[in-house]
């Protein structure tokens, strides 16, 4: 007969659709001759497929398709995958899940999967999109679509009757402090106290994936306290915060600031941080410069069209999701003859220095020139007879009336993805759902239920 078809639940931040997967994960679990099941989260499976494919090439070498033989691990260890958060913003990301799941449905496996968006709507701001997008049918094609739309973000009611608790002393303890300040610090010391943090605890090492170890500053039993800066400044990510998750079930975290729009690295580290804890039921007690509802003001405005000039968020077209075309041109360029173009969105300019201006009027300082649309090429790359004025100006080209630009190794100034890859309504919202979702729960987790004392 025809195979089972999957589920593939979405709608908007804090609706319940992670709590709907659970509640149907447990009761196939307890179901008489159920089948084998796992249970998992985008970054842990992320994770899970680097170890895994690693561990393919080790054993068996190099042969064409490794992710056909982990998708067959899969089928054999659990035909039945339950997904939590599908949503990718990353190529590599992006190439995993599509190569896996693809392996995954061909071998009959059966997928329950959340996600804010509809599959048609994943990956809008990645680059290399129209790779991706065939997977976007698959998914529709082994799963049943179930929009939770119109349902209320519960995790704001509960958040609510959480904060009502606290003023009322019913065993609940609030856990997110602001502004940074010393009367901040000692209510953080409190409450960590309360928790069960007796004595000025003991800094120590714990193991992270891949042999590597991570300091932590103070701790007490499954308590443990980091600043800010040691988690989200450095070079950390997955393994990290799951080893943390592992090790220790509450987590006091210390000057977390408001983002501006640049500090893109540091609170995508956050939101890591905070999707592995909320996951795995963890508690936090966050000290903060802002509420939570500012942490992430100067990054929302980033990606809303209310930071836009009205004429620009009018004309931006909606629909465009193929921003992030490639094209592969027959002359060499700064890194040799193997590197993309990517059609340049319409609201970025460049200056001659080469760095990139958003709007379409001037150029940022008096002494920067944009450069022209006219102007047939503007270009470095190692090649000093294409450049303007006989000399580089810039690690990049724009072609004369397409306008698409280079990017190599080297880069364009100041430029990132996010330049060439969210200019569109929809793409903007797909970089800016973590934000939200980050928000939510951390607005959530912003109260802690005491556990009642037992009688000695």
Same mark, same amino acid.
């Given at each position: 007969g025809d195979s089972v078809k999957g589920l593939y639940i979405f709608g908007a931040v804090g609706g319940g659709k992670t709590m709907l997967m659970d509640l149907l994960c447990e009761s196939l679990r307890t179901a008489p001759n159920a089948p084998p099941i796992r249970r998992t989260h985008f970054h842990e499976f992320i994770l899970d497929m680097h170890k895994r494919l690693h561990r393919v090439r080790q054993e068996i070498g190099s042969?064409?398709?490794?992710?056909?033989?982990?998708?067959?691990?899969?089928?054999?260890?659990?035909?039945?995958?339950?997904?939590?958060?599908?949503?990718?913003?990353?190529?590599?990301?992006?190439?995993?899940?599509?190569?896996?799941?693809?392996?995954?449905?061909?071998?009959?496996?059966?997928?329950?999967?959340?996600?804010?968006?509809?599959?048609?709507?994943?990956?809008?701001?990645?680059?290399?999109?129209?790779?991706?997008?065939?997977?976007?049918?698959?998914?529709?094609?082994h799963c049943t679509l179930f929009d939770m739309e119109g349902t209320p973000d519960y995790r704001s009611v509960r958040?609510?009757?959480?904060?009502?608790?606290?003023?009322?002393?019913?065993?609940?303890?609030? $856990?997110?402090?602001?502004? +940074? #300040? !010393?009367?901040?610090? %000692?209510?953080?010391?409190? /409450?960590? $106290?309360?928790?069960?943090? +007796? #004595? !000025?605890?003991?800094? %120590?090492?714990?193991?992270? /994936?891949?042999?590597?170890?991570?300091?932590?500053p103070r701790s007490w039993g499954r308590i443990a306290e980091f600043q800010f800066s040691d988690l989200c400044e450095k070079f950390l990510g997955v393994p990290d915060y799951l080893a943390?998750?592992?090790?220790?079930?509450?987590?006091?975290?210390?000057?977390?600031?408001?983002?501006?729009?640049?500090?893109?690295?540091?609170?995508?580290?956050?939101?890591?941080?905070?999707?592995?804890?909320?996951?795995?039921?963890?508690?936090?007690?966050?000290?903060?410069?802002?509420?939570?509802?500012?942490?992430?003001?100067?990054?929302?405005?980033?990606?809303?069209?209310?930071?836009?000039?009205?004429?620009?968020?009018?004309?931006?077209d909606e629909e465009d999701d193929f921003a992030g075309t490639v094209r592969v041109p027959d002359w060499g360029g700064s890194s040799g003859r193997?590197?993309?173009?990517?059609?340049?969105?319409?609201?970025?300019?460049?200056?001659?220095?080469?760095?990139?201006?958003?709007?379409?009027?001037?150029?940022?300082g008096a002494e920067e020139e944009e450069v022209a649309e006219q102007q047939a090429v503007v270009a470095t790359g190692g090649r000093h007879d294409r450049g303007a004025g006989g000399g580089p100006v810039m690690a990049g080209q724009v072609e004369e009336h397409t306008e698409w630009v280079e990017w190599s190794a080297t880069g364009l100034k100041d430029a990132s993805m996010f330049d060439l890859t969210c200019h569109t309504r929809k793409q903007q919202h797909d970089r800016l759902l973590p934000l939200l979702r980050c928000q939510s729960r951390m607005k959530e987790m912003s109260h802690v239920a005491l556990e009642p004392r037992r009688p000695a």
């Amino acid at each position: 007969g025809d195979s089972v078809k999957g589920l593939y639940i979405f709608g908007a931040v804090g609706g319940g659709k992670t709590m709907l997967m659970d509640l149907l994960c447990e009761s196939l679990r307890t179901a008489p001759n159920a089948p084998p099941i796992r249970r998992t989260h985008f970054h842990e499976f992320i994770l899970d497929m680097h170890k895994r494919l690693h561990r393919v090439r080790q054993e068996i070498g190099s042969i064409q398709n490794p992710m056909r033989v982990v998708a067959r691990q899969y089928e054999a260890e659990c035909p039945v995958l339950f997904f939590d958060e599908m949503h990718v913003l990353n190529v590599g990301d992006a190439m995993i899940l599509k190569a896996f799941f693809e392996e995954l449905f061909a071998s009959g496996c059966v997928v329950v999967a959340t996600s804010n968006l509809r599959p048609m709507d994943l990956y809008s701001s990645g680059i290399n999109r129209e790779v991706f997008l065939p997977f976007t049918s698959t998914l529709e094609k082994h799963c049943t679509l179930f929009d939770m739309e119109g349902t209320p973000d519960y995790r704001s009611v509960r958040n609510e009757l959480l904060a009502e608790a606290a003023r009322s002393g019913d065993g609940v303890l609030p $856990a997110f402090f602001a502004p +940074e #300040g !010393p009367s901040t610090g %000692r209510r953080v010391e409190e /409450a960590l $106290a309360l928790l069960g943090a +007796e #004595g !000025p605890g003991e800094a %120590r090492q714990i193991d992270c /994936a891949m042999g590597r170890t991570l300091a932590v500053p103070r701790s007490w039993g499954r308590i443990a306290e980091f600043q800010f800066s040691d988690l989200c400044e450095k070079f950390l990510g997955v393994p990290d915060y799951l080893a943390i998750a592992e090790h220790f079930d509450i987590i006091a975290l210390r000057g977390v600031p408001q983002f501006s729009d640049s500090a893109e690295d540091a609170a995508r580290r956050l939101v890591l941080l905070v999707d592995i804890l909320y996951d795995q039921s963890k508690q936090m007690v966050v000290s903060a410069d802002v509420p939570v509802d500012e942490i992430f003001g100067g990054l929302k405005k980033k990606y809303q069209h209310d930071s836009l000039a009205g004429s620009e968020a009018e004309h931006m077209d909606e629909e465009d999701d193929f921003a992030g075309t490639v094209r592969v041109p027959d002359w060499g360029g700064s890194s040799g003859r193997h590197f993309s173009v990517f059609k340049r969105p319409k609201t970025q300019r460049y200056g001659v220095s080469g760095t990139y201006h958003p709007g379409t009027g001037a150029a940022r300082g008096a002494e920067e020139e944009e450069v022209a649309e006219q102007q047939a090429v503007v270009a470095t790359g190692g090649r000093h007879d294409r450049g303007a004025g006989g000399g580089p100006v810039m690690a990049g080209q724009v072609e004369e009336h397409t306008e698409w630009v280079e990017w190599s190794a080297t880069g364009l100034k100041d430029a990132s993805m996010f330049d060439l890859t969210c200019h569109t309504r929809k793409q903007q919202h797909d970089r800016l759902l973590p934000l939200l979702r980050c928000q939510s729960r951390m607005k959530e987790m912003s109260h802690v239920a005491l556990e009642p004392r037992r009688p000695a």
